[in-house]
């Protein structure tokens, strides 16, 4: 099945505190990931987004400052600054 492609653009997030674990046996077998703007996109296209000063606390091994995990799509003229990720 295809799908269908998804547009995200135009977002600035600032201090954002983000705190998630996985309690599944504190393995770090998270499936999906943890990010600020967003934590799993398939096919997704990211314009003009940006993430500043920002906190990230999680035991997930996919994390990032403006996405957790990608499958496919593409990342154009975005930013992330500022931001600390803590496992």
Do not use: F, M, R
């Amino acid at each position: 099945k295809e799908i269908t492609p998804v547009t995200i653009s135009n977002v600035t997030l600032s201090s954002c505190d983000i705190d998630v674990k996985n309690n599944i046996d504190n393995s770090n077998h998270a499936s999906n990931g943890i990010g600020t703007l967003l934590g799993y996109g398939s096919n997704v296209q990211i314009k003009n987004c940006h993430v500043k000063n920002s906190k990230i606390a999680t035991n997930y091994w996919q994390a990032g400052g403006l996405v957790g995990k990608v499958s496919g799509g593409q990342i154009t003229d975005s930013s992330v600054e500022g931001i600390t990720i803590t496992a």
